[in-house]
């Protein structure tokens, strides 16, 4: 049972290293306005795993993503049925608060959105001011984030700079540091890599493998070589025309890359539709 | 995946281009350098074109004006025949030397210069005839003195507006100070909380732009000073300022807040952050450059009305530091009041006054150009100046 107010005090004892929470879809159905887009998602992410979520771009990925931190209602018109549990609470119920569930849910774009008016280290340790709490050695997370999302090295010497300044695989990498900075259970990331070069790609993929074993990844790709690089976990998304999105396979991405059950996983993932 | 590659690599041909003709092609015919030439820059022969064309038609003109015609006309019709003889001419002669495309080219060029030109000249005519009519009567002491003991018949150097100057600014301030904060806060509901107030609020700011400003001054006039809950001063000039103040600085803001990226407000709520701190802390920091502009572009609005401190500020002659109470001068003012003596000298001063409101609304939009185009190191110097005031407000804070 996780107070909220137990753990924001347990947080702001700021010892990083959290072990990843577990997250889980139970029939997650999603509505733009009258438009259905998601169906039925039933996904368990588990801790120390990172999950990865495929399939054609449109079937919902990043709808049902945004379900999981309860950014999908910031869209007016959006609706959702079904319930996501974190170590088995539901995220939508009564008992935690929705700056909590996404607190301890993080989220990185796919576009690196730093904040442009602040600096390097400001945006690092932005989290803390923005959920009203006081760290004691806020120069130590700092470096602790930033150490743990692979970037301590390249700006330790410009800390003070604008975050503007840096190339957009840094910035992104700064944005994963931001969010580790307020100690989430689970990262939840929507394409980290497409806006990026195939070197800053790399990084992030090495940092990914670092932290999965602190906290608990989903990550939407298209690309399928990171997608086996990266995750153990995998499910496949399709949404047929004029039909919301489903989960068509999951299990574990060994399998799901080297005998897919269903033909059109097999299809996906060998680059024949998508 | 590679599309920002490609985009980075986008202004490379176009660099490259530029400098094209300086780089020697090793094919070139016995290994000559071909001259180096930028396709669209002018060159002399254009300069001789136009003159030419020029001197023609004003040849034409005065052939016309001077010796056919019976009569004599205003010279303004020498310059109105001349203009409409050079087009043909013009487009004639450059017909003849590079074809008909060009000399298509030449004359959309002109007229849109003439365009420009008529657009612009309104501007130096004002601005030049106040600075020259201004020049001539204001000395240094028009800012240290006041009116207090001149007469009507002193010499125009004589006596000062520093009591005028004085009131504009406290006036000002108090208007920016009240007009400020309602109006980013209005800006901050239309554009963040877009509540269902936000079109019926956004309709009334935009129809209080044209707000005549005679009715701010009345308006205030009627509510404030009629019914005695004030009488004529400074606070009371700056309330009806304030009303003027209030939908520029409202719309000019929330257009500001339109432009932060969506993406920002999302990152500051996927880190836990309430609705309100990731305005506060996120969406108005982001904006500030443009926030200033629109305060500074609101206060430019303002400073030179004269119809609503006309009824409400009093105007006197006197310092009077207090706006809170006793009548108060203003530049607006103190330019009215004199013009419309009927003594010379005291009209001439009315332009010193009037040079002086410009300089100062001039000072103002630099000030809002510079503000809103703060460049990269402005900025990291107003961030090292915040960081540095932050730790040594909270004494914990070591710095990295
Ligand atoms: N804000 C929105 N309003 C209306 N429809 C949306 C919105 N965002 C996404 N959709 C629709 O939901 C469907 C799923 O979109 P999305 O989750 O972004 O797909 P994916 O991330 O898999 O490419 C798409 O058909 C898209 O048109
Ligand atoms: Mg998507």
New binding site residues.
């Given amino acids: 049972m996780t107070v909220p107010e137990v753990d924001q005090s347990v947080a702001a004892e700021a010892a990083p290293a959290p072990v990843g929470g577990v997250l889980e879809g139970v029939q997650v159905s999603c509505w733009?306005?009258a438009?259905k887009?998601l169906e039925g998602v039933d996904i368990k992410m588990d801790a120390g795993v990172v999950t990865a979520l495929i399939?054609p771009?449109?079937?919902?990925?990043?709808?049902?993503l945004r379900t999981l931190n309860r950014m999908h209602e910031l869209?007016p018109?959006a609706t959702l049925a079904g319930s996501v549990l974190l170590d088995g609470h539901d995220i939508y119920g009564a008992g935690l608060r929705l700056t909590e569930v996404r607190r301890r849910i993080g989220m990185v774009f796919q576009k690196p959105n730093p904040f442009p008016a602040m600096t390097i280290a400001d945006n690092v340790a932005a989290g803390l001011r923005l959920t009203g709490r006081k760290v004691r050695d806020r120069d130590d997370l700092v470096e602790t984030s930033l150490r743990r999302a692979g970037l301590w090295n390249e700006v330790r010497n410009r800390l003070g700079a604008p975050a503007g300044g840096l190339s957009g695989g840094q910035q992104q990498r700064l944005c994963i540091a931001r969010s580790l900075a307020v100690s989430p259970d689970v990262l939840l990331m929507d394409e980290p890599c497409s806006a990026l070069d195939p070197t800053s790609t790399r990084r992030i993929e090495e940092t990914i493998l670092e932290l999965k074993d602190q906290v608990t990844i989903v990550i939407?790709t298209h690309n399928m070589q990171q997608a086996q690089r990266v995750s153990q976990h995998c499910a496949f998304?399709l949404a047929a025309e004029d039909e919301p999105?489903r989960v068509i396979e999951q299990g574990p991405t060994e399998q799901i890359f080297s005998d897919p059950h269903d033909p059109r996983t097999a299809d996906y993932v060998n680059g024949r539709f998508g | 995946m590679t599309m920002p590659e490609t985009t980075k690599v986008l202004p490379n041909p176009r660099a490259a281009e530029g400098r094209q003709p300086a780089s020697p092609p090793a094919a070139g015919p016995r290994g000559k350098v071909p001259p180096r030439r930028r396709p669209r820059a002018w060159r002399w022969t254009d300069l001789a074109e136009i003159a030419g064309a020029l001197g023609a038609s004003a040849a034409l003109t005065w052939m016309i004006f001077g010796r056919l015609l019976p009569f004599r006309v205003m010279p303004l019709a020498y310059v109105v025949l001349g203009y409409v003889l050079f087009l043909p001419i013009y487009w004639f002669v450059i017909r003849d030397g590079q074809g008909a495309t060009a000399a298509k080219d030449r004359l959309v060029t002109i007229l849109v210069a003439t365009g420009a030109l008529f657009a612009f000249a309104p501007i130096v005519f004002v601005v030049g005839y106040v600075v020259k009519r201004g020049a001539e009567v204001l000395r240094p002491n028009f800012f240290t003195e006041t009116m207090q003991i001149v007469g009507p018949l002193s010499k125009a150097t004589e006596g000062g507006a520093l009591h005028s100057i004085i009131g504009t600014l406290e006036q000002l301030a108090l208007a920016t100070a009240i007009a400020v904060p309602l109006g980013l806060l209005t800006a901050v509901y239309l554009s963040e909380i877009q509540g269902p107030l936000a079109r019926p609020v956004r309709l009334v700011a935009d129809a209080m732009t044209a707000l005549p400003s005679i009715v701010a001054g009345l308006f205030i006039f009627s509510i404030v000073i009629k019914p005695h809950i004030w009488l004529q001063s400074g606070i009371v000039g700056s309330l009806a300022l304030a009303i003027l103040m209030l939908p520029t600085v409202t719309i000019a803001a929330e257009q500001v807040l339109h432009v932060v990226p969506g993406g920002l407000r999302e990152a500051a709520l996927a880190l836990g952050a309430p609705y309100w701190r990731s305005v506060l802390m996120v969406v108005l920091p982001t904006a500030r450059a443009g926030l200033s502009t629109a305060v500074i572009l609101g206060m430019a609005r303002v400073v030179g009305e004269t119809a609503p401190v006309l009824m409400t500020t009093g105007g006197t002659t006197v310092m009077n530091l207090n706006p809170f109470s006793g009548h108060q001068d203003n530049l607006p003012l103190f330019v009215f009041t004199q013009i419309r003596s009927s003594q010379e000298n005291q009209v001439d001063r009315a332009w010193a006054g009037a040079l002086v409101l410009l300089a100062i609304v001039l000072l103002l939009f630099v000030l809002a150009r510079i503000v809103g185009s703060a460049s990269p190191g402005r900025r990291r110097i107003r961030v090292r100046r915040r960081r540095g005031s932050r730790t040594t407000s909270d004494a914990g804070g070591n710095r990295s």
């Fill in positions: 733009f306005g438009r887009v399939g771009s449109g079937c919902g990925k990043s709808t049902f869209v018109i939407v998304f999105g």
